[in-house]
């Protein structure tokens, strides 16, 4: 066989160009697999990422979290809740469970809203930092209460809100995260129990990363009747028509203790409340919600609350929670569950009395 000739007449093939390697594409995160996400508050007492382990163990695949105590303006420096190496650990340990989204509550000491300037100044204060320790926990999403204009009009009190929202994210590089709006029952003077209300705050704030969250005892409250397919159809189409259901993205999934309208937010255990269990199965399937995380913020009155709670959803999705053991490492949550009841014990007081004050 003759050896091939070198020829200085090569042709020039477009593939010998230099091409520099494509900047690749962002992973998606890991939990961002397209299974249905359901999730629940759970407490950070003691170390922050002790609640990821706590959240998992229940059965949920998503959670929310306060990221320091909501009843302190302050987190202390350094402190046991302080994110800085916590962060690191928090993170790495909910790479390994894949939960997502995570989603963190503002502390409701703050209000935007509030015509109290001493109170406004701390709440933008406390809110921007509620914003850096989310971005430093990688959440995805930061819930927050609009705010209350306690004397002032409603267009007063939503400009306030958007203007606090403008301030506490100056210099902020919001990354990933997103701040939600959550609806509100109503109560007082509370901005949000209407969306267009919502909608005017995110309208007026059109360079910062808004989006909505839905919390379901407060729509009951507000006087949309859950209880049928056409007061859920009524609720979606007022979404729609306001803020849109795309801005959606987490479902706060509560039953309520309190009556259709009655401004009063009080949540109870799902199916066991004024909406009841027929409700929260057309919410958890309805196709125009397809993709929202669904996260429960019902009491724990009796220890195991949590879980049977998730357990309730995870039924109402046709997924038994054996099921859910194959989706989320069933053998963990088995062979955990003992020990796992004794820790909810041990914070449970805690986390009542939060929800609580939360409402
Ligand atoms: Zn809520
Ligand atoms: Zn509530």
Not at 49 to 54: C, E, F, I, K, N
Not at 294 to 308: Q, V
């Amino acid at each position: 066989m003759e050896e091939p000739q070198h020829s200085s007449t090569q042709p020039y093939l477009p593939s010998d160009e230099y091409r520099p390697e494509p900047v690749p594409e962002p992973a998606p995160p890991a939990w961002m697999d397209g299974s249905i996400r359901i999730g629940i508050h759970t407490s950070i007492a003691g170390e922050i990422a002790s609640a990821l382990d706590l959240a998992y163990n229940l059965g949920a695949n998503a959670l929310q979290i306060f990221s320091a105590s909501p009843r302190m303006w302050r987190r202390p420096a350094n402190g046991a809740k302080g994110v800085g190496p916590s962060a690191l650990r928090f993170r790495a340990r909910r790479e390994e469970l894949k939960l997502g989204p995570l989603v963190i509550h503002d502390n409701y000491l703050i209000n935007l809203a509030s015509p109290d300037r001493i109170l406004r100044v701390r709440s933008i204060q406390a809110f921007h930092e509620e914003i850096v320790r989310a971005i430093a926990l990688g959440a995805d999403f930061l819930v927050a209460h609009p705010g209350s204009g306690k004397g002032a009009s409603m267009s007063a009190a939503i400009s306030a809100i958007a203007d606090g929202l403008r301030q506490a994210s100056r210099g902020v590089n919001f990354g990933n995260l997103r701040i939600l709006l959550e609806n509100t029952a109503g109560q007082g003077t509370s901005v949000g129990s209407r969306f267009a209300e919502i909608k005017s705050i995110i309208d007026q704030c059109l360079e910062l990363p808004l989006g909505v969250c839905v919390d379901t005892a407060h729509l009951f409250a507000a006087g949309h009747d859950l209880r049928t397919a056409e007061g859920l159809e009524g609720a979606l189409a007022e979404i729609e028509a306001t803020v849109g259901l795309a801005r959606v993205h987490v479902i706060h999934t509560n039953d309520s203790k309190s009556a259709l309208g009655s401004h009063l937010d009080r949540h109870e255990h799902i199916g066991k409340g004024k909406i009841g269990r027929d409700a929260f199965r057309r919410i958890l399937n309805h196709p125009r919600l397809a993709g929202r995380a669904f996260i429960l913020e019902t009491p724990i009155d009796r220890p195991g609350d949590d879980r049977r709670n998730i357990e309730t959803l995870w039924r109402l999705v046709g997924i038994t929670p054996r099921r859910v053991g194959a989706v989320a490492d069933g053998f963990h949550i088995r062979r955990s569950a003992k020990r796992k009841s004794r820790i909810i014990r041990g914070h449970r007081s805690s986390a009542k009395k939060s929800r609580r004050r939360k409402r």
